[in-house]
């Protein structure tokens, strides 16, 4: 180490305290901070929290206040925890606590996959697959003869939130910083908190003196070399120093003259950067080691973006922006004016054009050209309300704390309330918008003041008609929008753009005397300068190996054979299709494989923005799908080359090495109108129904929350909404094409995902009508077990829409109960019969509740119990119990029968907690428990409680939030009942606010 480096080691080391560690050690260790006052007097309670600014202890009714809850309050102040592994997608999400943060590792990366069967009398684990399969053949013949193994084992897989077994040999047993080992869970959870807890620590300066703290000059690379070494020091074995040499090396000094900061290895090895642009945390290489690396970099100096980016003022964070087009030609003074029109912060720009003219490649041209003038560029795709809402939301997780989980309107405020923040300037670019309503509520209300633009692409001439722009008065569009409606190329850019694209190697200023350039402006002509057709033409020269004089050759022999055979389709002209891209692509299909061709009919029916390698390839049995199996890699790779070549699809890989897909909506539109042929169009639909099939979770059999399903519902969501929307196409094209049970059980699937997860992007009830109109088509029995399923889902959703709709909520629990009751009679042994007909019984009640009819719902609740306590123990039914107790602390509550209704309550929220932990159901039950304890006039206890879910549900749902706004309420009229009128009026003044802006959300 350099003189220099130990001299700012020396400097680093006077910020910490020398304690006993590990080993009876000597080492460097930082303390929290001691409060600003002497807490063991009663008299001094309660004050001011120096780093919150609020009055502690938080709890009104508390009066004392030991060491040990002051440190507990300060930790949940400097939230010091963060998850450790890489690629996480909630890596910027920082914890309080240290077991809600190992809590996070253990639920999403430190557990193993288990199959389980959920019949009743089994309720069994089984640790692989091929136990499983064993385990339904030898016991549950019935259901092997209803669905196939493969589906049964997918839609039964889940993750143990058990620690794994061979935790003790695995790389999840060392520590990632001083690679200490460790052989339980427990000890590496104290091990790695102390670590993080000591970095965060770093930030706290009240021990340094004030030389050193007046010191700025400590190179941020020598403190943290510093910091690696203390903290391996630390937990260095005694006796073991040849075992950990290697984390002792000297470490080599590589600065990067661009930042500053030592690129580094806790092994003692310092690597340089892959490359000058800022680390992405979502970056599979992107470590616990990168973010100590950025937090001090954050915390020494350098510009602090929101979610925790570093930008300097040359630099440009980019967030789901597609790669640059090294094709791009022309569209200058296009780009000129796009710019002219949202250089200046707080204005929006509509380009708009015909399919295939270019718009997503123009946007994408202006964000890498133009990306010095924006500290972020973020792209969100999407052609529908629901591809919007998820791709926003994504890009969301990287820019702010929030978990991708929680709930959708509070997420989408929270985001948006991110960019209106933003003190650097920023760029939303919104591709392939249908309508302004898609978009509408993800642009920040109060855009004229923010430092942002709004740049959109659209098919749509008019994408906002007068109306809107009158009755928008918060928001005044007509002052700072701007359209540029893309024209086709001229003669001169088409040429130039189709010769450089069939030799690489050819400049733009090259091309005038090219001996091939007037041949290419009469195929521009032809083409009518679409960027995408002529793209197109250049794919096929140069995998067909063909010249500009052979492709004209081969267009007028398909003119002549077109002419003679058959009429222009008028499907064509209603879909938006031109004519030249109808021809290039008969032309291009012409030489394509069978197999290509059947790929690329699949990916007509798909989500044609992000297609994931792992949907179409994977171990399939049909032999439908044997052409995708995963043991043809090559013949995969020669399809996906032969349809990238020909310009009819894009190649996509992230920065984890995914690989995806895109496909243009007009080519989408036109294989699916190529494909009208009945039995085409049902050999490729069925093919992507197995796909998405496979691939997205099966609804719980009993109903119940499944938020371990969601991440991998969300990824796939939107191939449903594909397959949806070409039902939509296929009733003009195909109006006879098959239905299948598997469609409608997929679409009944995404229904009970959108209600479970609350995704209000997607229309639940949609998914659920198009389910019971093909199973009305297949004269499916109306009193089958998925006619009930979707009978109670229904239900749930109208519940969900209020007293309009609450008589068909009503009518529909009552067919449902129908059903569930005759499927019963037919088998009463089946306890999984008898469970789900007692769901749909408590759900009948509950919506007698809403009437008022507590008798009948009482009756209703405590027969289900006698049910419940045959099958078997709370501990084992913890979910049915819990639901029981609720309901009937419910009505206990209407009946003025109090100390029963908190009995019931307690135990509701004791049970819940066992079954979810302290998740969001647990916090509502909890809501109603301090609700009613407020009835009995213990108004201290009910604010305490109250103050305590509140700052639940801020923390795992943020304020806006319409089931934190209760919450809100709920505190002030506690405050209001203890007659602190000015805490009761600020929060209620709060809660108007957060209301407001939440109903404008939803509205």
Not at 865 to 886: G, Q, V
Not at 934 to 955: C, M, P, R, V, Y
């Amino acid at each position: 180490m350099t003189t220099s480096s130990a001299d700012s080691t020396s400097r680093f080391s006077a910020r910490t305290r020398s304690l006993r560690g590990k080993n009876d050690q000597d080492v460097a260790r930082r303390q929290p901070p001691d409060p600003p006052v002497a807490i063991e007097s009663e008299m001094n309670l309660p004050f001011q929290c120096q780093y919150c600014c609020f009055e502690v202890p938080l709890e009104l009714d508390k009066h004392s206040m030991t060491k040990a809850d002051w440190v507990d309050h300060f930790y949940l102040d400097l939230r010091p925890y963060s998850c450790t592994f890489e690629g996480c997608i909630n890596a910027q999400k920082l914890f309080g606590e240290k077991q809600h943060w190992f809590q996070h590792e253990l639920e999403h990366h430190r557990s193993h996959k288990i199959w389980y069967c959920a019949k009743l009398e089994c309720k069994t684990e089984f640790n692989t697959q091929q136990l499983f399969e064993q385990h339904l053949e030898s016991q549950h013949q019935d259901l092997v003869a209803q669905m196939s193994l493969d589906l049964l084992a997918e839609a039964s897989q889940k993750l143990s939130l058990e620690p794994q077994a061979s935790f003790e040999q695995s790389e999840l047993s060392r520590c990632p910083l001083c690679r200490a080992p460790y052989t339980e869970h427990n000890e590496w959870k104290d091990h790695m908190a102390d670590h993080l807890e000591q970095f965060a620590l770093l930030v706290i300066d009240d021990d340094v003196d004030a030389s050193v703290a007046e010191d700025d000059d400590i190179p941020r690379g020598d403190m943290l070399h510093a910091f690696v070494a203390e903290q391996t020091q630390r937990f260095a074995p005694q006796g073991s120093q040849k075992e950990h040499t290697v984390m002792h090396q000297e470490p080599v000094e590589n600065t990067d003259p661009a930042t500053g900061v030592d690129s580094f290895d806790p092994t003692g090895r310092f690597d340089p950067p892959d490359s000058d642009d800022a680390r992405d945390p979502r970056e599979a290489d992107y470590t616990w080691k990168d973010k100590v690396s950025q937090f001090l970099a954050i915390n020494s100096g350098a510009a602090n973006q929101p979610g925790g980016f570093v930008a300097t003022a040359t630099e440009t964070i980019q967030l789901g922006v597609p790669e640059r087009n090294t094709d791009f030609i022309g569209r200058t003074q296009e780009l000129k004016n796009l710019h002219r029109s949202i250089s200046e912060p707080g204005h929006i720009c509509i380009v708009s054009g015909l399919g295939g003219v270019g718009k997503t490649a123009t946007a994408a041209e202006y964000a890498h050209r133009y990306e010095k003038v924006y500290s972020h560029v973020i792209w969100v795709e999407g052609g529908t309300h629901g591809g919007f809402a998820d791709g926003y939301n994504l890009i969301g997780t990287k820019i702010s704390g929030l978990e991708y989980q929680t709930n959708q309107i509070s997420f989408t405020l929270e985001v948006r309330g991110a960019l209106e923040r933003w003190d650097d300037t920023w760029l939303l670019i919104f591709d392939n918008v249908e309508a302004w309503d898609d978009i509408s509520q993800y642009i920040p209300r109060g855009l004229p003041k923010t430092k942002g633009s709004v740049l959109i692409t659209t098919r749509e001439r008019v994408l906002i008609n007068r109306e809107t722009l009158i009755e928008t008065q918060t928001h005044p569009l007509q002052r700072i929008l701007h359209q540029i409606v893309l024209e086709p190329l001229t003669l001169q850019e088409g040429a130039q753009l189709l010769l450089c694209s069939i030799d690489r190697n050819l400049e733009p200023k090259d091309v005038p005397p090219h001996p091939d350039y007037g041949l290419a402006e009469n195929v521009t002509e032809l083409l009518e300068g679409l960027p995408l057709a002529l793209s197109m033409v250049a794919g096929y020269c140069r995998a067909s190996r063909a010249s500009l004089e052979d492709f004209l050759e081969l267009w007028d022999e398909r003119e002549m054979f077109q002419s003679k055979i058959k009429q222009p389709n008028e499907l064509i002209t209603d879909y938006g299709l031109n004519h030249s891209v109808e021809r290039i692509w008969e032309i291009s299909i012409s030489e394509l494989t069978v197999h290509a061709r059947n790929l690329l009919e699949i990916l007509a029916f798909l989500d044609p923005d992000n297609i994931q390698k792992e949907l179409l390839v994977g171990n399939h049995a049909e032999a439908y799908l044997e052409f995708l199996h995963s043991s043809e890699t090559s013949m995969f790779k020669r399809m996906i080359r032969q349809l990238h070549g020909r310009a009819l699809i894009d190649v996509k890989t992230d920065k984890q090495g995914r690989e995806s897909y895109r496909i243009l909506r007009v080519l989408q539109r036109k294989i699916l109108i190529d494909i009208s042929n009945q039995l085409k169009f049902n050999s490729a639909m069925r093919k992507a129904t197995s796909l998405v099939r496979k691939k997205f979770p099966v609804a719980p059999l009993r109903q119940v929350p499944a938020p371990q399903n969601w991440s991998q519902c969300s990824e796939y969501m939107p191939h449903i909404l594909s397959l949806l929307r070409a039902l939509e196409v296929a009733e003009k094209i195909a109006p006879d094409f098959e239905r299948t049970k598997t469609l409608a059980k997929l679409f009944y699937d995404a229904a009970f995902y959108i209600r479970d997860r609350q995704a209000i992007e997607y229309d639940g009830l949609s998914y659920l009508s198009r389910a019971e109109t093909i199973l009305d088509d297949l004269s499916i029995d109306p009193k089958s077990k998925l006619r009930a399923d979707i009978h109670v889902l229904s239900s749930l959703l109208y519940s969900d829409m209020g007293s309009p709709q609450r008589d068909e909520s009503l009518r529909r629990l009552r067919l449902a109960l129908e059903v569930r009751r005759h499927i019963y009679d037919t088998k009463p042994s089946d306890r999984d019969s008898d469970v789900l007909l007692q769901e749909a019984a408590m759900n009948y009640g509950i919506q007698l509740l809403d009437r008022h009819d507590f008798a009948g719902a009482e009756a209703i609740f405590e027969n289900c119990l006698k049910h419940y306590r045959a099958w078997d123990t709370e501990e084992n039914m913890p979910f049915e119990y819990s639901k029981y107790y609720y309901n009937m602390g419910i009505v206990r509550m209407w009946q003025e029968r109090l100390p029963e209704a908190i009995g019931f309550l307690t135990r509701s929220t004791e049970l819940t907690k066992e079954e979810f932990g302290e998740e969001r159901q647990y916090w509502n039950k909890y809501f109603m428990l301090a609700c009613v304890i407020a009835q009995t006039g213990d108004f201290q206890k009910a604010l305490s409680l109250h103050l305590e879910i509140l700052a639940a549900k801020i923390n795992q749902l943020r304020k806006h939030s319409k089931e934190t706004i209760p919450s809100i309420y709920a505190v002030g009229m506690m405050y209001a009942h203890l007659d602190n009128m000015p805490a009761a009026m600020r929060v209620v003044l709060l809660t108007f606010i957060h209301t407001a802006s939440t109903f404008e959300e939803s509205n």
